[in-house]
């Protein structure tokens, strides 16, 4: 088994390119509108299988209810070939997010927690002891008491020397100080500006990193930008900032987990491991930023969370704005001390 992805799993509800949100007792129409799988774990599986990956390498770990959103979610792993390790809670619905998007505007959430409030540690150690990953990442911030505890599962893989690669949702504040701690441990750790800002407390995005990196054993500190794109803080004393590939934003959902997709394939393409992780030369970090740019850019071309990705059309996006991403691709030395 290679690659173990934990956290939340969700069904998303999307209505998108609305035109406005309605007032209290309004109803407006909308002729965009879309049910996908949604959470990392399950989202990042499927944009691998999309790239090229098979499925049988990947593993997904979660919890779900019993119900007809966890049978689909279900089918569309087994139409992948994505191996499942799920905890199964009775009398609790699958976590499901009502997601509204404005036409050019950020998007607005209605999440109900659900089965993911119910996923321990002892589950996520039993799934990852079957199956011994050579990677392992986790999605926290949305899984109920799991969160306070989640850092013990990435220590535990960290000192196991399988390299570990954190994501976070951040929805309440007292989570914080247990993201720290997983980030702490974490050898790959992505976030968005606005969550840098919060979990952190600066504004300032380079001054934010420098807490990050300070406070943990961080190799590698992606920070996605939306439209602005995306840089790579590196321990070794780098900092990678890239424009955004240009492309029509029809529905950005999933965004985020499709950029982690592209980070995990070319850790797992170019047989990277802790080891090497460490010592990785500029040219390599820049291709990873490009391609999980450019599968993150893929994405928010269709509606939903996974529909956009495929292998054909990142390569699309590659053959035509690589060189122009490459050579707008800035450098600069970022001392953490």
Known sequence: ???????????DVIAYNLDRIPEPGEIVRTSYFYVSTGGHPLNIAIDLVKLDLEGSDILVCGAMGNDLFSKSIIEILKSYNVRMCTKVVDNVYTSTTLILV????????????????????????????????????????????????????IEKVNNDNVLTFTDFALGQQEKIPYILKAV?????????????????????????AKILLKNSNTKLLFITLGSEG???????????????FNVEVVDPTGAGDAFDAGVLYMIYR???DKKKLENLG???????????????????????????????????LLKHQYNDIRQNTRMEKFMIE
């Open 102 to 153: 404005e036409k050019g505007k950020d998007r607005r959430f209605v999440n109900y927690i659900g089965a993911n409030a119910y996923l321990d540690l002892d589950h996520v150690i039993r799934c990852y002891n079957g199956v011994k990953p050579r990677y392992f990442f986790l999605a926290m911030g949305a899984l109920g008491d799991f969160d306070n505890v989640a850092y013990k599962a």
């Open 230 to 244: 995306a840089i790579l803080y590196t321990r070794n004393g780098l900092k990678i900032t890239q424009k955004p």
């Open 270 to 272: 170019n047989n990277i």
């Open 184 to 208: 702490k441990y974490s050898d790959i750790v992505h976030c968005n500006d606005l969550e840098l800002r919060s979990v952190t407390g600066e504004d300032d995005i380079d001054k934010g």
């Open 1 to 11: 088994m290679s690659i173990m992805l934990t956290g939340f799993f969700v069904v």
């Open 282 to 316: 500029i040219e390599e970090l820049i291709e990873i930023l490009i391609f999980a740019q450019a599968v993150g850019a893929a994405c928010v071309t269709m509606p939903g969370a996974i529909t956009g990705v495929s292998k054909e059309t990142v390569e699309k």
